[in-house]
């Protein structure tokens, strides 16, 4: 009975992979380092003489297993099953990644792009609660995200659905994003945009403030101290946090009142801080949202954390093999 399937979930440091059962449950995960040199070129041998070697280990014979699922940063064309412009893996160049994969197991083979892997894993065991239509928005070093509409990501004619970060949400001429575009969701609502955020607004924060003056000596600081100084009712940290929070909260009312979906989940980094950040976006997507489409369930923390990755390729796996 062919009840598992391989989960491969790509980053720029590790690359985590998982052994899972067709419902969900994870037998087995491990991580390997991702080895960048020679245009990345050993990546892809070094994931297929992983999983050879564990499934060896376990004595777990191929034909038990559905297919192998995989989450990739850059350029995916899904039909072709090839990545290119992956430049954290330093694959610059069009990568064959099912061919390989195929040619080594001879078991189907599914890829996509991470962050909507990633948001498959959410829907399907992490808060999106398996419902139908969800939406992931993950915060981090960027902002990106993937949308499931009945059950089924949505990619789009030029494989760009889903790039909320590049949803605009200020006209400030100050926030410049590294698409080119100015205003972006990302240049304002990631790591880095909430730097520059808290720059701008400590410029013209007339209070006293040593948190001002921390962000204006250059002295390094990161998103955890804004929010700590936050919980402490710092008055610049607060006014930075509903001004952070407020961008995110309009993004998600916009992404609400086109799909009107069962969940948004926010995940990444950044939602580490948890409920005061959830409640400050809440706040504001409220103000925004249709009011037939207020609702308090619809906004929500990712729960899966590093595992939403493996999951979610698993579930590629068993969302393309439907029917």
């Known amino acids: 009975m062919k009840d598992l399937i391989m989960g491969i979930d790509v980053g720029g440091t590790t690359i985590k992979i998982g052994l899972i059962k067709d419902q969900g449950e994870i037998l087995k995960q491990w991580s390997i380092a991702t080895n960048k040199a020679n245009q990345g070129s050993r990546i892809v041998p070094d994931i297929?003489?992983?999983?050879q070697a564990q499934l060896k280990s376990m004595a777990i014979d191929h034909t038990t297993i559905r297919g192998i699922g995989m989450g990739s940063p850059g350029a995916v064309d899904r039909n072709m099953g090839t990545v290119s412009g992956a430049y954290n893996l330093n694959w610059e160049n069009t990568q064959p990644i099912k061919a390989r994969f195929e040619d080594a197991f001879g078991l189907p083979f599914y890829l996509d792009n991470d962050a909507?892997?990633?948001?498959?894993?959410?829907?399907?065991q992490g808060s999106g609660d398996n419902l139908a239509n969800v939406v992931f928005i993950t915060l981090g070093t960027g902002v990106g995200g993937g949308i499931v509409v009945h059950n089924d990501l949505v990619t789009g004619t030029h494989g760009c659905a889903g790039e909320i970060g590049h949803l605009h949400v200020t006209d400030n001429p100050v926030f410049q994003c590294t698409c080119g575009n100015q205003g972006c969701l990302e240049s304002v609502a990631s790591a880095t945009g909430m730097l520059h955020l808290s720059k701008d607004l400590a410029q013209k924060f007339s209070e006293k403030s040593a948190l001002k003056k921390k962000i204006l000596s250059e002295s390094t600081l990161t998103v955890k101290e804004v929010f700590d100084e936050a919980r402490q009712q710092e008055p610049l940290a607060l006014l930075i946090l509903n001004t952070f929070s407020a961008y995110i909260g309009l993004a998600c009312s916009?992404?609400?009142?086109?799909?009107?979906?069962?969940?948004?989940?926010?995940?990444?980094?950044i939602a580490a801080a948890g409920e005061l950040l959830l409640s400050a976006i809440n706040e504001n997507y409220e103000r925004h949202v249709f009011p037939k489409a207020k609702d308090k369930e619809v906004l929500t923390l990712a729960t899966l954390g590093n595992d939403a990755g493996i999951l979610g390729a698993a579930y590629l796996v068993l969302s393309s093999q439907k029917g």
């Open 48 to 51: 297929i003489e992983s999983i």
């Open 116 to 124: 909507n892997v990633a948001a498959l894993g959410e829907k399907w």
């Open 254 to 269: 916009h992404i609400a009142n086109i799909l009107d979906p069962d969940r948004i989940i926010i995940g990444g980094g």
